[in-house]
Each structure stands twice: as C-alpha cells, then as structure tokens.
Antibody, heavy 116, light 112 residues
C-alpha cells in the first residue's frame, strides 16, 4: 500500500523558516518525481514544487521561487521542502504527492501557520 | 504561465441529475509527446484530493463510470451522469503539460 506521511509543519513567525518532510512507502521511491502542493484555508489547490527522480531537476511556482528548496533523499525514501522568509500568505496545508503531471497518491498534509 | 478557468464555481445539483464542469486553459495542453496532460481531482470535505480522470478521459481505477472526462486542446469537461450524495465536494482540473503546473479554481458541487 502506498503511503505518504508529511511532517514538520507548525506555527512560525513571519520571516522565519521551516523544513517540511515527507516519507514514502509502498513503492520504489527513486522511480518517481515527487511534488508538494499546498492549500490555504478555505482556498483551492496550488502547486508548490517538484523534484525529479534523481534530484537533478526541480521546479517551483513563482511565489516560492528563491524562498524555497525542494530536495530528496532516495536512501531514506523522503522528500523535503525547505522554506525561508515565510509570509502570512504561505499559511496552508502542505501536501506531498507522487508524480509531476497528475499525482495519484497524496499524503494527508502538514499544516503551516505563519503568524506573529 | 498557464491559467485554468473553471465554470461554474458553484454547482447545486438535484440527486440523480447530471452535472457538468468546464475547464478552459489559456494555452494548449498538448505536450510535445502528443499527450494532453489534463486531469480532474475530487476533494471531499476534510480529505486529500483524489484523482478521478487523467490524460483528459482516462478514468482512475475504482472511480464510478458515472464520471467521464472529455475535451481537447484548451477546452475540457468533466461530466457526472447522475449525481449521488457521495459526489459532494470540490472538483479541480489540473494541467501537467507546462511548468509550473496549475489547478483550476475549483467547482463546489452540492446537493440542492
């Protein structure tokens, strides 16, 4: 059974940093692109970032370019999202998802709240 | 950047009646490999998104056959032949052709 379990969310002050983690199981992790998608409270889905199977390619949505880094550790079956200079508008539930074109597997999300 | 525009944004439907959601893209979603990476997701209240349809019209395993996807190029449609109570939620189209990926604004389906 495929499972994606996110962690690392929490309350952070504006301008702060946070590192989200997602640990995968039930499939050969190193064979798939991995992505992060977020959802602000009461709002729609927003693609955040994706990383290639071997970590050599990455892509980010504009609001997070320069403020975040997606990375992965295939030995640990994990993907990460390091975020800096966080703003109130980054407050959201952050989902980890498998794939880059039409993710079929999603985690339950980890909440990030940016507030003084 | 590609913009996906869904309509309507709110869709009250009577149980057993059909429903249709439109998704229009600002750019063609045909990729250089010939495939069109337009998919549809359902998000029930309090749940993670669930993929219903991929590559325009391919139904995911386990998805009821009352759901169908169609379209080409920039215009796409998700149809539900007979809405059931379990179909309540928000439906999103998503393009996987261009970077960055993008979702439509979402269409909230509710029972009248």
């Amino acid at each position: 059974e495929v499972q994606l379990v996110e962690s690392g969310g929490g309350l952070v002050q504006p301008g702060g940093s946070l590192r989200l983690s997602c640990i995968a199981s039930g499939f050969t992790f190193s064979n798939y692109w991995m992505s992060w998608v977020r959802q602000a409270p009461g709002k729609g889905l927003e693609w955040v970032a994706s990383v290639k199977e071997d970590g050599t390619e990455r892509d980010y949505v504009d609001p997070l370019k320069g403020r975040s880094t997606i990375s992965r550790d295939n030995a640990k079956n994990s993907v990460y999202l390091q975020m800096h200079s966080l703003r109130a508008e980054d407050t959201a539930l952050y989902f980890c998802a498998r794939g880059r074109r039409a993710p079929i597997y999603w985690g339950q999300g980890t909440p990030v709240t940016v507030s003084p | 950047e590609v913009v996906l525009t869904q309509s309507p944004l709110s869709l009250p439907v009577t149980l057993g009646q059909p429903a249709s959601i439109s998704c229009r893209s600002s750019h063609s979603l045909v990729f250089s490999d010939g495939n069109t990476y337009l998919s549809w997701f359902q998000q029930r209240p309090g749940q993670s998104p669930r993929r219903l349809i991929y590559w325009v019209s391919n139904r995911e395993s386990g998805v009821p056959d009352r759901f169908s996807g169609s379209g080409s190029g920039t215009d796409f449609t998700l149809k539900i032949t007979r809405v059931e109570a379990e179909d309540v939620g928000v439906y999103y189209c998503m393009q996987g052709t261009h970077w960055p990926r993008a979702f439509g604004q979402g269409t909230k389906v509710e029972i009248k």
